[in-house]
């Protein structure tokens, strides 16, 4: 029969195999699993059902010959043995007969059997190639199979496939006709399938695979698909979660952004209701609590910048702008900021930058200062006694800053966890407090840099931050090292970190320094080490000083120079006791030009600042602004506020600036002043009730470009320190954007500014 036919060569192959002794040569483990297989009885032809009865009566034959015939010991045994052994042959010949006929569907349809057992129909044309094991292993697993021809025909299918189809024959039609749909999986020749069933949609990873029917050599389209429906919900919820955790995640951003933009406007008028306040007669009582609410306003405007800048981070919009910028005084202008608070406490501070770093390099300025401002004032924060000292080196190509102080120093525990978001040290050991914003804010602009923020410390040792900045040199060593070469200078001063800065930077620029913090050690120094060129003394020496040394013949030759804070004045210098002065922390130029007679003396930098360092979004051009001009004409300006005390506020300082001012609380009403009369400069709030601040600079430059007028310079001030909001409003046309709250010596440095360019252009 034909379907006898089609089942011959596995027969054939399975006793060949079984003849041949290969079974006994493979290992127990795949015995085992073919073992674990369904094994078919093979049935036996006519001509073969004959073949016991033969043995048996052969056999039987054999042993009456050998009983009969009387020869000698030997022939008897062999005959009797070989008789005996085809009786046995028989009697086994004859019982896998009675088998095969217990079972007459083995029997009858062998085929069919075989074809249920594996889950192909009789008919289909791959059982001849020997494949009906590997369906079997595929229905065990779960698995679907399937080949077709390259037309895309159906040749055959397992039981799963049937089963989850729900086609149980599918033999001939094609997997369109079966309305099977295909989604791509990533990979060629791959995809998702899915199966409607009983107990809901099943997911099968879908593989297709080209080769050739071993039985009849053409090319066929092999399908092995695997139930991947558990994989793909998991895969599915994990999305969903991730979707859910970023929208969450950008309503806290929103939140936090339009929170702080709207607690800029009520601040902005805290502070400038404050300065105007200063300006007025107070008594020493008043002036105190004014101080008091003027620094809780500092710290009010710090939070809300912390707060933006983590929004940020935390959405992924954080991007760095890197630039070429001088190194040195950035860091000086970071510690200068910062030395008001540490003296407030009694401590000190300065810095050191190693004279082999390049003047400029090329990083994110506005970032980077941010980084310092935190980090430096983490250490003012945390000390106590003693002082902070900064110290600047190149090391391969990477900027490193060590800030130092001598404040209680950190645990373990502390240590691990200072970098995360809203930790802190242990604050028993501290009288000032914060969020703990800061240093984690620092921290992850440094990751995004590629540099890195790292801590050390000790219990009692104070801290050490170590700052790493990958940067791209521009140009050559910051000085020579030969500024000061052949200098013998004394300090005269008490020993901390202001005094090690010192005789580092001094020692950095080719000169030699001794240092005393008493007259003993002085008298000592002078007689061991003199004579020198220029003695160094702190303020609070200067009595000492003045009392004794200053008549001590080893100094007869020696410049003075009185060392200030920025809240001492040089009016306190004792008499004639001095040639010039320096205030600290020092400018390394300051020092150079000091002590070889460049300069006397510098102008006093004010004990504090009249605002506080909010960084805004870029600040590059800040330096420019903070120091007004000397032009004393008082100008035109039209103001658009839509609140009333910050209205107030802008027209007093500007007022007291000697400026002409015009209030208006619209854009429109902006338009309309501008059609009316001339004005030199607009000050603009960015929100107004009656439209953006973007179309009315539009509008303007557009009347501008078609009238042939100048342009007018215009600034903007908006609560929504954002980059985006910078930029789309530079590109709208403003000259420059400043973010609530501005002091009025921005303002004031920002408005003659841009009023001498515009001069200057016309």
């Not at 000086?332 to 900021?337: A, D, G, P, R």
Request: charged share 25%; proline share 5%; net charge negative.
């Amino acid at each position: 029969m034909a379907f006898q036919d089609a089942a011959q060569p596995v027969n054939e192959a399975r006793a060949e195999r079984e003849g041949s002794g290969a079974r006994d040569s493979e290992p127990s483990s795949r015995r085992k699993t073919a073992q674990a297989l369904p094994i078919v009885p093979r049935p036996m032809s006519e001509k073969d059902s004959f073949i016991p009865y033969m043995l048996i009566v052969g056999g039987l034959l054999v042993l009456m010959l050998a009983l009969l015939v009387r020869l000698n010991a030997g022939f008897v045994i062999v005959a009797v043995s070989i008789g005996a052994g085809a009786i046995a042959a028989g009697l086994y010949a004859y019982a896998q007969k009675l088998e095969a006929a217990s079972n007459p569907k083995a029997v009858d349809n062998f085929p069919a059997l075989v074809a249920e057992q594996s889950g192909w129909h009789p008919g289909n044309r791959m059982a001849t190639a020997g494949v009906l094991p590997l369906g079997l292993i595929h229905d065990a697993l779960g698995d679907i199979t399937l080949c077709r021809s390259l037309d895309g025909v159906i040749l055959s299918a397992n039981r799963i496939f049937r089963e989850v189809t729900g086609h149980f024959r599918p033999e001939g039609r094609t997997c369109e006709e079966l309305r099977i749909r295909f989604r791509p999986a990533g990979a060629e020749h791959c995809y998702d399938v899915e199966f409607p069933t009983l107990a809901g949609i099943r997911i099968y990873y879908w593989r297709d695979m080209v080769m050739r029917d071993p039985a009849f050599g053409d090319l066929v389209i092999q399908t092995i698909a695997r139930d991947v429906t558990a994989e793909r919900q998991e895969a599915a919820r994990r999305e969903q979660a991730r979707f859910r955790a970023e929208q969450e995640s950008d309503r806290k951003s929103r939140l936090i952004a339009t929170v702080s933009h709207e607690i800029r406007t009520p601040l902005s008028g805290l502070l400038g209701m404050g300065h105007l306040l200063a300006g007025t007669k107070l008594s020493p009582e008043q002036a105190n609590y004014l101080d008091g609410i003027r620094q809780s306003g500092a710290a009010l405007a710090q939070l809300v910048e912390d707060l933006l800048d983590f929004s940020t981070i935390a959405a992924g919009r954080f991007q760095l702008h890197p630039q070429a910028e001088p190194i040195r005084p950035l860091i000086e202008n970071t510690v200068e900021m910062l030395a008001s608070r540490a003296h407030a406490k009694g401590i000190e501070i300065g810095s050191t930058i190693s004279a082999e770093l390049p003047e400029m390099l090329t990083f994110d300025p506005a970032r980077f200062r941010q980084v310092l401002y935190n980090v430096i004032g983490n250490a003012v924060k945390f000390t106590e006694t003693g002082g902070v000292l900064v110290t600047a080196t190149l090391e391969h190509d990477m900027l490193v800053l060590r800030i130092k102080d001598t404040g209680p120093g950190m645990n373990e525990a502390e240590m691990q966890r200072i970098f995360g978001e809203f930790e802190q040290g242990n604050l028993s050991r501290l009288r000032e407090g914060g969020v703990g914003l800061g240093l984690a804010i620092s921290a992850r602009i440094m990751a995004e840099s590629g540099g890195g923020l790292t801590v050390e410390s000790r219990i009692g040792e104070g801290s050490t931050f170590l700052i790493r900045l990958p940067v791209a040199r521009d140009g050559g060593p910051m000085r020579a090292g030969n500024e000061l070469s052949g200098a013998r200078i004394l300090l005269f001063a008490p020993r901390g970190p202001a005094a090690n800065a010192l005789s580092r930077t001094v020692a950095e620029l080719g000169a030699h320094m001794v240092s005393a913090e008493d007259f003993f050690e002085a008298s000592n120094a002078i007689e061991a080490n003199g004579p020198f060129s220029a003695i160094i003394v702190d303020h609070r020496l200067d009595t000492v000083f003045v009392d004794t040394l200053s008549r001590d013949r080893g100094l007869a030759g020696a410049k003075r120079i009185f060392l200030v804070n920025p809240e001492s004045r040089p009016a306190r210098m004792s008499g004639t006791s001095y040639d010039s002065w320096l205030i600290r922390p020092l400018r390394e130029q300051s020092l150079i030009d000091v002590l070889t007679g460049k300069l006397k003396g510098l102008e006093t930098r004010p004990a504090t600042s009249d605002e506080f360092p909010v960084l805004p979004t870029e600040p590059s051009d800040r330096g420019t602004l903070d120091r007004p001009g000397d032009s004393k004409r008082g100008l035109s300006i039209l103001v658009g506020e839509d609140d009333p005390v910050n209205a107030m506020i802008s027209q007093a300082l500007l007022e007291r600036a000697g400026h002409r001012v015009q209030l208006t609380e619209t854009f429109s009403g902006l338009a309309a002043a501008l059609a009316e009369s001339s004005v030199d400069i607009v000050l603009t709030d960015y929100s107004m009730p009656d439209g953006t601040c973007e179309q009315f600079i539009t509008a303007t430059r557009d009347i501008e470009h078609f009238e042939g007028r100048a342009r007018l310079p215009i600034i903007v001030l908006t609560g929504d320190g954002t980059d985006e909001t910078r930029r789309s409003l530079l590109a709208a046309g403003a000259d420059l954007v400043l973010v609530k709250p501005v002091g009025p010596r921005i303002l004031a440095g920002a408005i003659e500014h841009l009023v001498g360019e515009s001069a200057q252009a016309a």
